[in-house]
Nanobody, 122 residues
Framework: QVQLVESGGGLVQAGGSLRLSCEAA????????MGWFHQAPGKEREFVAT??????VYADSVKGRFTISRDNIKNAVYLQMNNVKPEDTAVYYC?????????????????WGQGTQVTVSS
């Protein structure tokens, strides 16, 4: 079991940067693979970033602009968002799954945070 709390969302202008944080309340945080998803109004929750066999993987829409990282000492995972665009506007969720499981869809992640809103103005 792992409990997740996101922070760092807010309003940012297009072209700006934002860093999202996700802290986990779990003594076994290092046992979980972490990912980020986002959900825009009226749309399904979509994959943003995770690691697959130790290699960071990203949705095509954020590749080259977003970077996922984690700190197992702080029990945290981060999403650095650079050169943001209005279409990045969404609620961003961090999620946890077991290592070795599938990673590309929301159904692959049993544990979720409450989400943090990111709004990008043009």
């Amino acid at each position: 079991q792992v409990q997740l709390v996101e922070s760092g969302g807010g309003l940012v202008q297009a072209g700006g940067s934002l860093r999202l944080s996700c802290e986990a309340a779990s003594r076994t945080f290092s046992n979980y693979a972490m990912g980020w998803f986002h959900q825009a109004p009226g749309k399904e929750r979509e994959f943003v970033a995770t690691w697959n066999r130790g290699i960071a993987v990203y949705a095509d829409s954020v590749k080259g602009r977003f970077t996922i990282s984690r700190d197992n000492i702080k029990n945290a995972v981060y999403l650095q968002m650079n050169n943001v665009k209005p279409e990045d506007t969404a609620v961003y969720y961090c999620a946890a799954r077991l290592f070795g499981s599938n990673w590309a869809t929301s159904k692959d992640y049993p544990y979720w945070g409450q989400g943090t809103q990111v709004t990008v103005s043009s």
